[in-house]
């Protein structure tokens, strides 16, 4: 029901946009967010967005990272500007009152 895309291999410094697309169901009244797992650690939360837009951010990526919706589309996305090697992660979308719909996740890989 989720399609996460957009990872890729990318320089320190350098910029991605994740784009996560809804099949099947909307998600137009649900929350929205983005998570990730870097190798060996734990899946941690990156960033949500509610329905109306209210939007929340780890540490961590404020002020580098920009989540976003288009309901209109039934899409999420997440704008990663410098980026750092530690943002290397596999990326997960996530959708509904207690995140219960999951995307399969995207590769961002940041090198130094």
């Known amino acids: 029901q989720l399609q996460a895309s957009g990872g890729g291999l990318v320089q320190a410094g350098g910029s991605l946009r994740l784009s996560c697309a809804a099949s099947?169901?909307?998600?137009?009244?649900?929350?929205m967010g983005w998570f990730r797992q870097a190798p060996g650690k734990e899946r941690e939360f990156v960033a949500s967005?509610?329905?109306?837009?209210?939007?929340n951010y780890a540490d961590s990526v404020k002020g580098r990272f920009t989540i976003s919706r288009d309901n209109a589309k039934n899409t999420m996305y997440l704008q990663m500007n410098s980026l750092k090697p530690e943002d290397t992660a596999v990326y997960y979308c996530?959708?509904?009152?207690?995140?219960?719909?999951w995307g399969q996740g995207t590769l961002v890989t940041v090198s130094s």
């Open positions: 996530a959708a509904g009152l207690q995140y219960n719909s």
């Open positions: 099947g169901r909307t998600f137009i009244g649900d929350p």
């Open positions: 967005i509610s329905w109306n837009g209210l939007t």
